[in-house]
């Protein structure tokens, strides 16, 4: 069992930067690939990047590719999302998922999720 607890996600004017932060608890955390989801009003859950469990591999959605950077700390138990040049289109649940599975991960998410953190960029 992985528990998951995102942070960091706040309001922040187009141009901006914020950095997520997903806690997760177990001693098994490098087990598991990574990835952030989100979630836009009125949207589906889409993925914004994902990362192996050894940070060998990574994957970003070409909507964030050269703002966003996923990388992951095994000895604190942390993934983390630095989103950079950040834009209205941006705004969205951000949700930090694990899985075993790094090539489901990124295509349809992990089997554990966190409750989610509000990204809202302002124009």
């Known amino acids: 069992q992985v528990q998951l607890v995102e942070s960091g996600g706040g309001l922040v004017q187009a141009g901006g930067s914020l950095r997520l932060s997903c806690a997760a608890s177990?001693?098994?955390?490098?087990?598991?690939?990574t990835g952030w989801f989100r979630q836009a009003p009125g949207k589906g859950r889409e993925t914004v990047a994902a990362?192996?469990?050894?940070?060998?591999?990574?994957y970003y959605a070409d909507s964030v590719k050269g703002r966003f950077t996923i990388s992951r700390d095994n000895a604190k138990n942390t993934v983390y999302l630095q989103m950079n040049s950040l834009k209205p289109e941006d705004t969205a649940v951000y949700y930090c998922t694990a899985g075993l599975s790094y090539s489901d991960l990124y295509r349809k998410g992990g089997t554990y999720w966190g409750q989610g953190t509000q990204v809202t960029v302002s124009s």
């Open positions: 990362i192996s469990r050894s940070s060998g591999s990574t």
């Open positions: 177990g001693r098994t955390f490098s087990s598991y690939a």
